[in-house]
């Protein structure tokens, strides 16, 4: 089956800094990845769908300056959290959707960030 | 605007049976999900519902009813690793997931 791997699994930086998590599909490419964010006990919050070569569309409330979405190529995107607080520690779930499988999307394991 | 509700908690005994419910109001649809979630780690994949009907794969099984925004997830057999999150989405007319909050199920010996 599809299989999407994010790093790192869990990271832990100080206030103010940046911090960079992978999203990659192993074995597809993946025209549209998506970026989730849940807080404990909470469903999964879209933060924005990014689209290979292209502007990621952030949802509404989503600092596009402050998680910076990359999507250069169709196996990988990246979200830069920058200028990290405490209140972004959460964890971040990337999925991929196949360009030749739009109803499914596939999850990868999701990063933890703790901001100190 | 778009909705899904679904139960916050449920509780049920091993080796018994257990429906969770969904009801979902969404512009468009192309198709009902149920995931399953354990505490710290990403959703995984039980079903996908697109057709009304009954779609069964070994314990678990999906219902779905577009007329009535309806849909459940059926698990049978309960055992002790079923104590999870279950998560209802429902992908819309753009393709993106509308998820539920989950429903926290769990299992007593």
């Known amino acids: 089956g599809a299989v999407v791997s994010q790093h790192p699994s869990w990271v832990i930086c100080k206030s103010g800094t940046s911090v960079k998590i992978e999203c990659r599909s192993l074995?597809?490419?993946?025209?549209?990845m998506f970026w989730y964010r849940q807080f404990p006990k909470q469903s999964l919050m879209l933060m924005a769908t990014?689209?290979?070569?292209?502007?990621?569309?952030?949802e509404q409330g989503v600092e596009k300056d402050k998680f910076l979405i990359n999507h250069a190529s169709l196996t990988l995107s990246t979200l830069t959290v920058t200028s990290a607080h405490p209140e972004d520690s959460s964890f971040y779930i990337c999925?991929?959707?196949?360009?030749?499988?739009?109803?499914?999307?596939?999850f990868g394991p999701g990063t933890r960030l703790t901001v100190t | 605007g778009q909705n899904i509700d679904q139960p916050t908690e449920m509780t049920a005994t091993e080796g018994a049976i257990v429906q969770i419910n969904c009801t979902y109001q969404?512009?468009?649809?192309?198709?009902l999900f149920w995931y399953q979630q354990h505490a710290g780690e990403a959703p995984t994949f039980l079903s996908y519902?697109?057709l009304d009907g009954l779609e069964e794969k070994g314990r678990f099984s999906s219902f779905l009813s577009r007329s009535k925004g309806y849909s459940y997830l059926l698990l049978k057999e309960l055992q002790m690793k079923d104590s999870a999150s279950y998560l209802c989405?429902?992908?819309?007319?753009?393709?993106?997931?509308?998820w539920g909050a989950g429903t926290k199920l769990i299992i007593k010996p």
């Open positions: 519902n697109v």
């Open positions: 074995d597809f490419q993946a025209t549209t």
């Open positions: 969404t512009s468009g649809f192309n198709g």
């Open positions: 989405a429902v992908m819309d007319s753009n393709y993106q997931l509308i």
């Open positions: 999925s991929a959707r196949a360009t030749s499988d739009i109803d499914e999307q596939y």
């Open positions: 990014s689209n290979e070569g292209s502007k990621a569309t952030y």
